[in-house]
Nanobody, 121 residues
Framework: QVQLVESGGGLVQAGGSLRLSCAASGRTFSNYIMGWFRQAPGKEREFVAAIAVGSNTLYTNSVKGRFTISRNNTKSTVDLQMNSLKPEDTAVYYC???????????????WGQGIQVTVSS
């Protein structure tokens, strides 16, 4: 099994930056595609970004040019650098692990507990 723990969330002003990190344990990290999803109250959980074991990445259009996903296979972590944050980025952010580079939340098998990101103004 894979355990995922997010950190780095919080409150930031519009235009500011946050860096989320997800630490994985339990199985070989490099076996998995890693993704970030987010969910605002009353809304469906949506895809944000994903990264393969190599360098291939995938982003939802609303975050392209602002967010960067990266992974460190030695440290078994995946990060999401979020710049130029907007109020509409406010959500609980979840990291996820799966076997396919996809935007579909149903294709990710393991999930972190979620961490709040709030963008003010």
């Amino acid at each position: 099994q894979v355990q995922l723990v997010e950190s780095g969330g919080g409150l930031v002003q519009a235009g500011g930056s946050l860096r989320l990190s997800c630490a994985a344990s339990g199985r070989t990290f490099s076996n998995y595609i890693m993704g970030w999803f987010r969910q605002a109250p009353g809304k469906e959980r949506e895809f944000v970004a994903a990264i393969a074991v190599g360098s291939n990445t995938l982003y939802t259009n609303s975050v392209k040019g602002r967010f960067t996903i990266s992974r460190n296979n030695t440290k078994s972590t995946v990060d999401l650098q979020m710049n130029s944050l907007k109020p509409e980025d406010t959500a609980v952010y979840y990291c996820a692990a799966g076997g396919l580079l996809t935007t579909s939340k149903n294709r990710y098998s393991y999930w972190g507990q979620g961490i709040q990101v709030t963008v003010s103004s």
